[in-house]
């Protein structure tokens, strides 16, 4: 009797051993697996190769922000704003700086897998990023096609391909029904006190404007060197082209960068002749939907601007 359970517990223990040493090769293959690694390019060229889906990403701007939570991802890290973030599931998580200057402190305690950086801005960051061990992908918006292409190349970051697929012909059937019925001249002016710069189509703002079906008047200035998308403020040139609306983005005080940049304008006496003035059509467009990247909610902003042109002016 001892015999046969001495057997029955030999056998049972090299039936064991079997199945140990069967599923060993199955388990040492799925931690080496490279089947699964995928790999994207950024703005830049950058190749970026992931072997698992980034769980903790952290986003240095807007844009970015509201693309990842449209395409149904989250953040571990949003860029640090004065007041409530644009989207509100965000609002308890971490700020870590902005494009212009990274917290690098907070970035390291959210552990991040990815930064979500501007092509322009933030490239001198990439090898700072790496030695925390995430990587950083680079973009930027100077049209809303570029917006397009964020949302595909974050969909294939997130592997949602698909639900990227869905935004962007949800934002361009949207985009379709937007058009001013009459075109007005408008000068698009960025502005901070004692620093004001027109829009030229080739920038973000520009390119909404002229989806919207507004004329730039400034379409034609001389570009600046450093921000090649805005040029020199021409009071002289502005006054010839007479816009019909002169529409400020500020991402300070808006009624300040306002009063400043009139009683700049108004050194010059004819500039209360502009159609603009007259009517009284010189006003701060929104922070979040101007003078930044704003996302998805790009045709809000199209949408927004149509509305302003399409409304009644007295000097016409």
């Given at each position: ?107 390291t305690s959210v552990r991040p897998d990815v930064v979500l950086g501007n092509a322009q ?34 969909g294939e970051m997130l592997q949602k391909q698909e639900k990227a697929k869905e935004l ?149």
């Open positions: 009797m001892k015999q046969t359970l001495l057997l029955s517990f030999l056998l049972l223990f090299v039936l064991s051993g079997c199945g140990q040493a069967a599923s060993t090769p199955e388990n040492i293959h799925s931690s080496t697996d490279n089947s699964k690694q995928y790999s994207i390019t950024d703005f830049t060229g950058q190749k970026i190769t992931f072997n698992t889906v980034p769980e903790h990403v952290v986003a240095l701007s807007n844009g970015e922000m509201d693309i990842i939570y449209a395409l149904g991802g989250k953040l571990v890290g949003r860029p640090t704003t004065s007041g409530k973030p644009i989207i509100a599931e965000a609002e308890a998580v971490e700020q870590i700086g902005t494009t212009h200057e990274l917290d690098l402190e907070k970035i801005m933030n490239a001198k960051d990439v090898q700072t990023i790496q030695e925390l061990g995430a990587q950083m992908v680079l973009t930027e918006a100077q049209a809303v096609d570029d917006i397009k292409s964020q949302i595909t190349l974050f962007i012909t949800q934002m361009e059937d949207k985009l379709q029904t937007l058009k001013t019925e009459d075109t007005k001249r408008v000068l698009l002016v960025y502005g901070a006190p004692g620093t004001y710069m027109a829009a030229l189509p080739n920038s973000l703002s520009g390119n909404i404007l002229e989806i919207a079906g507004g004329e730039n008047i400034a379409s034609d200035f001389p570009s600046l060197e450093t921000y090649p998308q805005y040029a020199q403020l021409n009071v002289e040139r502005i006054i010839e082209a007479n816009p019909e609306y002169i529409l400020l983005m500020s991402h300070g005080n808006p009624e300040e960068v306002k009063e400043g940049f009139m009683k700049e304008m108004e050194q010059n006496a004819a500039w209360n002749n502009l159609d603009a003035v007259k009517a009284g059509n010189v006003d701060i467009l929104p922070a979040d939907l101007f003078g930044t990247n704003p996302g998805t909610r790009v045709v809000d902003a199209v949408e927004y601007l149509v509305k302003i042109l399409d409304s009644p002016n007295e000097a016409s």
